[in-house]
């Protein structure tokens, strides 16, 4: 099983003895780098739609990014998947197997494996810059990231484990990647008042506890995916098919 994990928006510095890897699209996050790094503070608080302290953020960190020191991708991000995944503690043999398995999508470096270095940083699907011409971001990658992760699923066993966000399938031809594999999608809802709804920070937090709990095991059958459970998450196969597995917490 291949699986995906979404990049985060806040980020650490990780100390790590593990030395960090080039990612396959490192040359295209340099490209985009150096134009943001060439973009005023307030361009960028527009395009981000976000406060002028934190374009200013955004901004020194785009201008450092030649020379910052990288740190692995799986160790750098600090959202609350990442809290529930618990990185720093994997053991050796999960760690080997995540290189082999997880993929973490960015709207910056496309596509990343645990071990690839990562510099802090922010970016958004939807911005517009000259490399992607008359295109958003997610549109630009579409072309590049899709046959990459299709091919790479391939070489496995055909079977791509979606805990990424709905957000990130538009870096891919999604539909494309459905058909090419067997992609498997994870849910996790609450139960109340007798209807299951989806609650984001309960979402996180399971996908990344899911990820944990598939490098641990180092599971390559998606059935087994069915004995997970989490902060009172369980399997509920009535509210599941062969492609969405429903995890449900009664509330």
């Known amino acids: 099983m291949q699986i995906l994990l979404a990049e985060a928006k806040t980020m650490r510095r990780s100390v790590s003895d593990v030395a960090p890897t080039s990612g396959a699209f490192l040359d295209v996050a340099e490209q985009m780098a150096a134009e943001m790094a060439q973009m005023s503070v307030e361009d960028i608080a527009h395009a981000f739609r976000c406060s002028r302290a934190i374009a200013l953020r955004v901004s020194e960190a785009y201008r450092q990014f030649g020379v910052a020191q990288p740190s692995p991708a799986l160790l750098s991000y600090d959202g609350h998947a990442y809290k529930h995944l618990r990185a720093d503690s994997l053991g050796a043999d999960a760690m080997a197997f995540a290189r082999q398995h997880l993929w973490i999508t960015s709207f910056l470096y ?116 069915t004995a997970f459970s989490y902060e009172g998450f369980r399997y509920h196969a009535d509210a599941s098919d062969a492609r969405h597995l429903c995890f449900v917490r009664e509330d």
């Open 110 to 225: 496309g596509l990343l494996r645990p071990q690839d270095a990562v510099v802090p940083y922010r970016m958004e699907a939807g911005l517009h810059l000259d490399i992607a011409g008359d295109e958003s971001l997610a549109r630009f990658w579409q072309p590049r990231l899709t046959p990459f992760l299709i091919e790479s699923v391939q070489a496995d066993d055909g079977v791509l484990v979606h805990l990424s966000t709905a957000e990130f399938t538009h870096l891919f031809n999604w539909s494309q990647v459905c058909r090419e594999v067997n992609v498997i999608e994870p849910h996790f809802c609450v139960r109340k008042n007798g209807m299951l709804r989806v609650q984001a920070v309960w979402a996180k937090a399971c996908r990344g506890a899911m990820v944990r709990y598939i490098l641990d095991h180092r599971l390559s059958d998606p059935s087994a995916l």
